[in-house]
DNA sequence: GCAAAAGTGTTAGGTATACACCCATGC
DNA sequence: GCATGGGTGTATACCTAACACTTTTGC
């Protein structure tokens, strides 16, 4: 067993951060993607928002820091949480890059006034191949976001901080890709003791104005399963 | 934005593993640790194995080895999963290291016939003040390891191939602290259909020997909730 | 025959599901 | 007054939780 290392030696790998970035368009879900252009090996294929993590930033930084920079999403405006960390040798075709992944959430409003031509919000219907190892990032990221939704509140970083329940039931919908009884979802979701009426009602809408609700705490919780 | 860095500034990291080690002694659950003397930051305090990340493996790679190598568990003799990356700047107070955390099972056997000594398998309710940022790394990993526990077939890891319904139903009580309704936890584990009764008997004990299981899959598999 | 752990059912309470109509508003 | 979505209750099936005694074996 080698006991040390020149540090050149043990400081081989690029550390970098990619993050899934969901939203909701138009009761579809879509995620945030970049074109990439890396030949010879990535040629106009889109891929997350991502890059390299700084001698003087935590992973949780950098996230923030290349969503800001790269995407045009300052903290405030995104969730985020760490998925899981991609090492596979090739997964970069060009270097040797271990990659922390994060999936973030945002509001609908973040998303209307988005206005950066250089990242679009893609339907994931309509996901095609990624770069890099970004399919397995995709798939990992809905999976654990299918998850969370269903024992978490993180519902609540992808609706207005005002939102009417049945608003509430179509996140659940879209992203779990089932239809939802009304009745029993209001019955479950208000039993949970995590929504609050705001007293306030929905307006400019043609039809009878549905009650606004907003979450309690605007951290995320546990919850015994939701759906 | 600076588009090129020289690649010695981008490698600044080191990459590293870390792995929390669970097994089960005698009804009562344990966790891996060495000793670590690494003054002057850190002197004889237990960590858990691990070390870097070499040019030509993955992460999982890195995990094996160093388990093989720094503790004498060859990868057949134990399962792991990914955990959480942490990456805070002074998570070692010595240099800047990236740790990919990992947990992982190994059964009884393993246990008992484990006698390497520069390791030891120390009750976790004795755990102290660990190395590095090993306590948020404990404390992540036993909410991992009783998150898993109640909706997978992770337990099958910290059990013999062959094992009674009472073993794996301590198997939940420990890690869960919690006791739990002998009929009722029968019942609910056998209509999973995750078991088969493998026909054998205990042999040697000095009441009615129980019925030995199995798990049908080697796999670890998702469920409904068993507790 | 005694000590030790194995094995086994029922009941009651609570939770999940299925299901349909009236209400308030804008136009 | 009509179109649109908002809002509400009940009955049933299922699941969960609580609970105690008999059986098999070794000594």
Chains 1, 2 share one sequence.
Not at 9 to 16: D, V, W
Not at 67 to 96: C, G, M, W
């Amino acid at each position: 067993m080698t006991m040390k290392k020149a540090p050149e030696e043990l400081r081989f790998a690029a550390m970098a951060v990619d993050a899934v970035i969901f939203g909701i368009i138009d009761k579809k879900l879509h995620v945030l993607v970049q074109n990439v252009v890396r030949p010879p090996h990535y040629v106009n294929m889109p891929g997350f928002p991502g890059g390299l993590i700084d001698k003087t930033e935590t992973a949780e930084d950098a996230v923030r820091r290349h969503l800001a920079d790269k995407v045009h999403l300052p903290a405030k405006d995104v969730y985020t949480e760490q998925l899981y960390t991609f090492s596979d040798i090739n997964r970069d075709k060009r270097n040797r890059v271990i990659s922390v992944g994060y999936i973030g959430c945002v509001k609908p409003g973040v998303i209307e006034s988005y206005d950066y031509d250089d990242a679009t919000w893609l339907p994931v219907r309509k996901l095609g191949k990624l770069a890099y190892d970004h399919d397995d990032m995709y798939a990992m990221a809905i999976s654990r976001l299918r998850g969370k939704l269903s024992y978490t509140t993180i519902a609540q970083f992808l609706l207005p901080s005002f939102f009417t329940l049945t608003e509430l039931q179509e996140v659940y919908e879209v992203i779990l890709g089932m239809d939802i009884d009304k009745r029993n979802f209001r019955k479950k979701i208000l039993a949970l003791d995590v929504l609050k009426e705001t007293g306030r009602m929905q307006e400019g809408v043609k039809n009878r104005p549905a009650a606004l609700y907003a979450f309690k705490s605007k951290a995320i919780k546990e919850l015994p399963p939701v759906i």
